[in-house]
């Protein structure tokens, strides 16, 4: 776990990692909506040409099971069936002329689609 104020990442033993690019995308993102009350939740749903789907969203609630791990002030939620398929991950924010938006790196995905936004 990254130990608050710095900016160097260590991925949580079990879990997701957020990059110190993608902490400062969501910590902007949260000032914009105004609020501090929010926290980044990261889901896999069933959809998908390949079968399975991330949701990124803001959420406030926390659930039962809930993996929490804090990034540069940026607490990140995976729920506890979403914990296994997103084992290692890592979530960064990329902003070139190609392309713009989070990216997510999951070794536990054997493979995606030909869009990207799915995965198995």
Known sequence: M??????????PAEGVTLTPGAAAKVKSLLDQEGRDDLQLRIAVQPGGC???RYQLFFDERNLDGDDTHE????????DRMSVPYLHGAKIDFVDTIEKQGF???????TGSCACGDSFH
Do not use: C, H, R
């Open 50 to 52: 390949s079968g399975l």
């Open 103 to 109: 990216t997510i790196d999951n070794p536990t995905a």
């Open 71 to 78: 990034f540069d002030g940026v607490a990140v939620v995976v």
């Open 2 to 11: 990254t130990a608050q104020g710095t900016s160097e990442v260590e991925a």
